[in-house]
């Protein structure tokens, strides 16, 4: 009996090795497959960089099986997981067309980055602002120095929009206000010599010391350019104030308001601008009465027959032919009526009209 009772034991303990071995091979063998795994993390974005959600992700080998199914998420984000090996990350989306990146995860972790083109233009606004752009970079801002004045710089004046040209641009070094309470500044004391530009379009000569002739309202922002400029700008080369305008599908809505002071200062402004089947459109336009137009021959803060009537407008109208062609219109009108002040010892009174349009062709 012994010598079976003995083999019996031989024989538990022979299994109880082979199977603790067994499961510590099975195990290594575990941990090392999970060793070869990797991840691989992705984005999924539209031409202009948006994340786009809800995109069908399928992951292929190179016999064409499919190992994963997913969408991404709010943020564009996917990820799976995989044994080295090279895969095909195939991206779809209704509108969008199908794209599609070869990865081959060696590491631990990995990103790819999926850009899916729009079938359609995106947007009015977003074909707007490129063909803003192109247009904009046929002018380049090339000169001693350049100061630049946005929709919001000018907003956050003490009178906002309502603030003169003048007063915007003597914000800047080297630019002062005319000695008689005009329309008029030096830059870099030199009168007059600044060339006006809108859009890259260069202008008459609009160099007035009365009437204003354009009023910051419409500008979506602002540049003087001076210094030493290039043959380019032609002979007005005190200065170059060069404005991009606002137009519909970047700064659309409606807005009415009335602005008013000392002096009888009345101002009243709209504003109207719109972006739809293939058009864009802005006008704008104010009105300005004040009894302070002109520099008066009198002391004190109230002038002798010194009422000032003044009304800009202006309008942006373009029509969209395809994504990268339009054609724009931008016309103008500046009238300006202004009292000439009399002292209060000498008889008799004049008045002075001025009146100043700006058509631009497109």
């Known amino acids: 009996m012994e010598p079976v009772i003995a083999m019996s034991r031989f024989v538990a303990l022979l299994l109880g090795v082979m199977l603790f071995t067994g499961a510590s091979w099975a195990d290594a063998a575990l941990h090392s497959s999970a060793s070869t795994l990797s991840t691989?993390?992705?984005t999924i974005s539209d031409a202009l960089g948006r994340p786009l959600a809800k995109v069908d992700v399928r992951v292929q080998t190179s016999n064409g099986a499919i190992v994963a199914r997913m969408k991404s998420d709010n943020r564009g984000h996917f990820s799976f997981t995989a044994?080295?090996?090279?895969?095909?990350?195939?991206?779809?989306?209704?509108?969008?067309?199908?794209?599609?990146?070869?990865?081959?995860?060696?590491?631990?972790?990995q990103r790819v980055e999926i850009s899916l083109e729009a079938l359609q233009p995106l947007t009015l606004e977003m074909t707007t602002r490129q063909l803003n752009r192109q247009r904009n970079d046929l002018s380049p801002e090339t000169g001693g120095s350049v100061y630049r004045f946005t929709s919001k710089n000018i907003e956050e004046l003490p009178a906002g929009q309502n603030t003169s040209l003048r007063d915007v641009l003597t914000q800047?070094?080297?630019?002062?206000?005319?000695?008689?309470?005009?329309?008029?500044?030096?830059?870099?004391g030199v009168d007059g010599q600044v060339q006006y530009r809108i859009n890259g379009v260069m202008l008459p000569d609009l160099n007035s010391?009365?009437?204003?002739?354009?009023?910051?309202?419409?500008?979506?922002?602002?540049?003087?350019?001076?210094?030493?400029?290039?043959?380019?700008?032609?002979?007005?080369?005190?200065?170059?104030?060069?404005?991009?305008?606002?137009?519909?599908?970047?700064?659309?809505?409606?807005?009415?308001?009335?602005?008013?002071?000392?002096?009888?200062?009345?101002?009243?402004?709209?504003?109207?601008g719109g972006c739809k089947n293939g058009w864009d459109y802005y006008l704008t336009g104010q009105y300005l009465q004040d009894d302070l137009g002109v520099q008066p021959p009198t002391?004190?803060?109230?002038?002798?027959h010194d009422l000032t009537q003044q009304g800009q407008g202006f309008a942006y109208l373009s029509r969209f032919l395809n994504p990268t062609t339009r054609v724009t219109l931008?016309?103008?009108?500046?009238?300006?009526?202004?009292?000439?002040?009399t002292n209060d010892n000498l008889c008799g009174s004049s008045r002075l009209r001025v009146f100043r349009t700006i058509h631009l062709q497109p």
Do not use: W
């Open 330 to 341: 931008m016309t103008g009108l500046a009238v300006g009526y202004f009292q000439i002040p």
């Open 172 to 188: 800047a070094p080297g630019v002062t206000q005319d000695g008689f309470e005009n329309g008029g500044f030096h830059v870099r």
């Open 40 to 42: 691989v993390a992705g």
């Open 83 to 109: 044994p080295a090996g090279v895969y095909a990350i195939l991206a779809h989306k209704t509108g969008f067309k199908p794209a599609t990146a070869i990865v081959s995860p060696a590491e631990k972790k």
């Open 209 to 272: 010391t009365v009437a204003p002739v354009f009023n910051p309202r419409f500008a979506h922002s602002i540049a003087l350019l001076d210094g030493t400029l290039p043959a380019q700008f032609g002979y007005r080369t005190a200065g170059v104030i060069d404005i991009h305008t606002k137009s519909g599908c970047t700064n659309g809505g409606s807005e009415v308001s009335v602005y008013g002071g000392q002096r009888a200062t009345y101002q009243p402004s709209f504003e109207l």
């Open 299 to 304: 002391k004190g803060p109230r002038a002798n």
